[in-house]
């Protein structure tokens, strides 16, 4: 008798701590739908949720703070985000300059396909100058999206064109970008890699990069390493950006 109650205890405590390790195993930042660090930013939108990015961006002498506020309303059936650098430093001369980013931009994500995989995602796009620059710039973004396994696909198709043309605002501007994911693990820990093509008044500029993400409860860490203008003149730029999804604390918390 004593026997078969060790061996229930027993396998009692073991069923209750695989039910734990699987519950763990549940990734970390699954509700997390970011604009990130890397070339093409993450479509899938997090309805109902407040999400927060804040980063350091290093580009040769130039120090950034780029910043994202998401918000997606049950309302809205999509999100929308205001994207600002919050500093910007940077020494042309002998003396750093430091202030308040020079423009903010505004995109308002619709997921407009989602089947077998494949999301589609549409985005208006626009720019605010705000400092030194006059105008502005309008257009939009497509995002494919496609998951298989652990595989992940991204692109990003990029178009505006300026309100007001001048040396510092171009009349188009395109993007597109192409970036590989896949995770390791089952609790959000990622690698990416990707490419970039832009055409600016005519000019055209490649880059690639290199990049990882780290989970935590309700959102992620992720860095990146990133080779810009590889056929005009190439630069080294690095990126570190923490989200945090507000909207998931928020309701732990209740």
């Known amino acids: 008798m004593c026997a078969e109650l060790a061996l229930l205890l027993v396998l009692g405590f073991c069923r209750a701590d695989a039910q734990q390790q ?70 042309p001369g002998p003396r750093r300059i430091t202030h308040f980013g020079n423009r903010l931009d505004f995109a308002l994500r619709s997921k407009v396909l989602d089947h077998n995989g494949l999301v589609l995602t549409l985005a208006p796009w626009g720019t605010a100058l705000i400092r030194g620059i006059q105008g502005g710039r309008a257009g939009a973004a497509l995002l494919p999206q496609y998951t298989r396994g652990n595989n992940q696909f991204v692109a990003q198709f990029l178009l505006t064109e300026a309100i ?79 989200i945090v999804n507000w909207g998931r604390v928020l309701a732990r918390r209740r």
């Open 22 to 91: 699987a519950t763990s195993s549940q990734p970390l930042n699954a509700a997390v739908s970011d604009f990130g660090v890397s070339f093409a930013f993450s479509p899938p939108i997090c309805a109902g949720c407040v999400e927060t990015e804040l980063g350091f961006q290093s580009l040769e002498d130039g120090r950034y703070a780029p910043a994202v506020i998401t918000v997606a309303p049950s309302w809205l059936h999509g999100d929308a985000s205001v994207l600002a650098n919050v500093l910007d430093s940077e020494a």
């Open 164 to 242: 007001g043309v001048s040396a510092g605002n171009p009349r188009s501007d395109y993007i597109e970008a192409f970036d590989y994911t896949r995770p390791v693990g089952q609790r959000g820990y990622a690698f990416f890699a990707g490419f970039q093509h832009e055409v600016t008044a005519g000019e055209q500029t490649l880059g690639i990069e290199q990049g990882m993400i780290v989970p935590f409860r309700n959102g992620q860490v992720e860095l990146a390493a990133q080779q810009l203008t590889l056929n005009t003149d190439p630069g080294m730029q690095f990126q570190a950006r923490v």
